[in-house]
């Protein structure tokens, strides 16, 4: 099973990005499904995450201007980003929690993409 983020770049503050990660491989299910992002000198923070049949829960920071998605007939997970401001700057990271050809749960991380917002 691979992760394959995209849709990082740079943009300025009060702009959008959409980042999309697409699952593939030997995938039996996805249950949930979340971004978290890295910013330079910090630890790793969850985003947004959404589970199977479509509940989301996100950090404080972006409530109201993130939304996730998904897409299960394309095991595909969707990030809309609004109202960018330069503390979103960070590489952000995918994760899956597959049911792959092991036939066992496990979660499973993109490579990131990195989002930069100037101001």
């Known amino acids: 099973v691979q992760l394959q983020a995209s849709g990082g770049g740079l943009v300025q503050a009060g702009g959008s990005l959409r980042l999309s990660c697409a699952a593939s491989?030997?995938?039996?299910?996805?249950?949930?499904m979340t971004w978290y992002r890295q910013a330079p000198g910090k630890q790793r923070e969850l985003v947004a995450t959404?589970?199977?049949?479509?509940?989301?829960n996100y950090a404080d920071s972006v409530k109201g201007r993130f939304t996730i998605s998904r897409d299960n007939a394309k095991n595909t997970v969707y990030l809309q980003m609004n109202s960018l401001n330069p503390e979103d700057t960070a590489v952000y990271y995918c994760?899956?929690?597959?049911?792959?050809?092991?036939?066992?749960?496990?979660?499973?991380w993109g490579q990131g993409t990195q989002v930069t917002v100037s101001s």
């Open positions: 491989g030997s995938i039996f299910g996805i249950k949930s």
């Open positions: 959404i589970i199977a049949g479509g509940g989301t």
């Open positions: 994760k899956a929690d597959v049911l792959g050809g092991s036939l066992s749960w496990r979660d499973y």
